[in-house]
């Protein structure tokens, strides 16, 4: 009898860690999950003022068709991205897009002082740190999560439940290089 007893407490000492380890990983996956739905968020956010600033500067830049045109492409890459890899790619294309139409912005002195242009470029400018905050806050996520599967004892038993390694948003290759500068 006392040896049925002692194997029904291992027994059941074993269930209970597995059961917590199963719920510590589940709850950083969906962790990861919500800080994704962030970036999403901010990047919706962001996507919705593109055509109240396309619109805007339609106005003041009729010789500018090129530009405008990669912006809203950009923001259509953007609006349909369906995993995290093609959601950074499009974003980043967004972003230099974006960069591209700020910096023709300069040639057009009206359109800087116009006061909408102005509004949508300041929130542009906040939701691009949002958006940056967002991914911080996913990547923190992803490293929470892969450490959770990848140290003991997670890793005994997160192949086991289908658990698996995830990415971070990372930078563009083209980030990395030093930027020219000329006057």
């Known amino acids: 009898m006392r040896i049925l007893g002692v194997i029904l407490g291992v027994l059941l000492l074993v269930a209970g860690c597995f059961v917590g380890i199963y719920n510590s990983l589940k709850t950083a996956r969906i962790d990861v ?37 990669e912006v809203t492409e950009a923001r259509t890459r953007v609006m349909g991205a369906g995993s995290p890899e ?12 974006l960069g591209r139409l700020i910096a023709v912005a300069e040639n057009y002195p009206q359109l ?8 949508l470029m300041r929130e542009i400018a906040g939701s691009e740190n949002r958006i940056a905050v967002a991914r911080r806050d996913y990547n923190d996520a992803i490293k929470r ?19 698996t390694p995830m990415k971070q948003f990372a930078a563009e290759e083209a980030a990395h290089a030093v930027p020219q500068v000329k006057f």
């Open 86 to 97: 093609e959601m950074a790619a499009a974003n980043d294309q967004l972003s230099g897009a």
């Open 112 to 119: 800087k002082s116009d006061a909408h242009f102005t509004e």
């Open 145 to 163: 999560y892969n450490v959770k599967i990848e140290t003991f004892p997670g890793n005994m038993f997160a192949g086991m439940m289908g658990y």
């Open 33 to 69: 999950d919500a800080q994704y739905g962030q970036v999403e968020n901010q990047i919706q956010r962001r996507a919705d003022l593109i055509p109240n600033l396309v619109n805007t500067v339609k106005g003041y830049m009729q010789y500018e068709e090129k530009t405008l045109k």
